[in-house]
Nanobody, 122 residues
């Protein structure tokens, strides 16, 4: 079992930056692929990015490539999402998730946090 708790969301102007954190419980954090997804009102949950178990491999949705950076610190059981050059269309609830096998679909992830709201004003 892994419990995930996100933090760092908030309100920011377009062009600004935010860093989200996701703290995980348990001693097996380093065995999971970690990901971030987001869900805007009235839309389905969408893939944002993943990072491999040791942090060497990352993958991004085209919509955030070059603006967002995922990283992890296995010693701290934490994964981060640095978001730069934010746009109003980035407004969503952001979810941290853990997967034994990785992927880009929500049903490929086994554990989820409660989400943190990110609002980007124009």
């Amino acid at each position: 079992q892994v419990q995930l708790v996100e933090s760092g969301g908030g309100l920011v102007q377009a062009g600004g930056s935010l860093r989200l954190s996701c703290a995980a419980s348990g001693r097996t954090f380093g065995n999971y692929v970690m990901g971030w997804f987001r869900q805007a009102p009235g839309k389905e949950r969408a893939f944002v990015t993943t990072v491999s178990e040791r942090g060497r491999g990352t993958y991004y949705a085209d919509s955030v490539k070059g603006r967002f950076t995922i990283s992890r610190d296995n010693a701290k059981n934490t994964v981060y999402l640095q978001m730069n050059s934010l746009k109003p269309e980035d407004t969503a609830v952001y979810y941290c998730a853990a997967s034994w096998r990785g992927g880009t679909k929500p049903n490929e992830f086994d554990y989820w946090g409660q989400g943190t709201q990110v609002t980007v004003s124009s």
